[in-house]
T-cell receptor, first 115, second 112 residues
Framework: GENVEQHPSTLSVQEGDSAVIKCTYS??????FPWYKQELGKRPQLIID?????GEKKDQRIAVTLNKTAKHFSLHITETQPEDSAVYFC??????????????FGQGTTLQVKP | NAGVTQTPKFRILKIGQSMTLQCAQD?????MYWYRQDPGMGLKLIYY???????DKGEVPNGYNVSRSTTEDFPLRLELAAPSQTSVYFC???????????FGPGTRLTVL
């Protein structure tokens, strides 16, 4: 079946450094790739997403890149801050109206930003 | 708007008991989803619905049932609770013209 692999499972960085999380997916029909942040005991919240018609998207300190040929996408966080500490999930699925919206999630990356 | 709401927040069940996890959204979203999240793991899709009266299985449907009689509500039923169903359950919804899924606060279920 469809699968999303996420690496690393844990990541520790110093405040101000950059963090990169990588995901690969198996379903070539996927064209929607969201990233969710989940703080301890909270719900997942969307932080950025990308669709297959673009290769990169940026929102302030967060960026996502997509290589559809290689079926991998990455989350980049620059100038990390302690409040970036959380679990981050990538996901892959279909895009557009009248689709099921079924997402396959990666296993998650626990990011720790040390002050 | 309250967004996506879930009740209860916490529940402890004994093996073999049954219960219904409630999920409601007030955004008039047709698409709704149930996920489970085991400790240290990602989210797995249990069931989903593309509109009132239409439901389908996700990746891990065994041991669960759903119904969708209204646009607003999407309850998840556990008939014979097992320890393997100990997890955090999240409900999510999505609008017709958008890809973004909005999650509820979750229900933490323990089966002993």
């Amino acid at each position: 079946g469809e699968n999303v692999e996420q690496h690393p499972s844990t990541l520790s960085v110093q405040e101000g450094d950059s963090a990169v999380i990588k995901c690969t997916y198996s379903d070539s029909a996927s064209n929607y790739f969201p990233w969710y942040k989940q703080e301890l005991g909270k719900r997942p919240q969307l932080i950025i997403d990308i669709r297959s018609n673009v290769g990169e998207k940026k929102d302030q300190r967060i960026a996502v890149t997509l290589n559809k040929t290689a079926k991998h996408f990455s989350l980049h966080i620059t100038e990390t801050q302690p409040e970036d500490s959380a679990v981050y999930f990538c996901a892959a699925g279909p895009s557009g109206s009248s689709n099921t919206g079924k997402l396959i999630f990666g296993q998650g990356t626990t990011l720790q930003v040390k002050p | 708007n309250a967004g996506v709401t879930q009740t209860p927040k916490f529940r402890i069940l004994k093996i073999g008991q049954s219960m219904t996890l409630q999920c409601a959204q007030d955004m008039n979203h047709n698409y709704m989803y149930w996920y489970r999240q085991d400790p240290g793991m990602g989210l797995k899709l249990i069931y989903y619905s593309v509109g009132a009266g239409i439901t389908d299985k996700g990746e891990v449907p065994n041991g669960y049932n759903v119904s969708r009689s209204t646009t607003e509500d999407f309850p998840l039923r556990l008939e014979l609770a097992a320890p393997s169903q100990t997890s955090v359950y999240f409900c999510a919804s999505r609008g017709d013209q958008r890809d973004t899924q909005y999650f509820g606060p979750g229900t933490r279920l323990t089966v002993l």
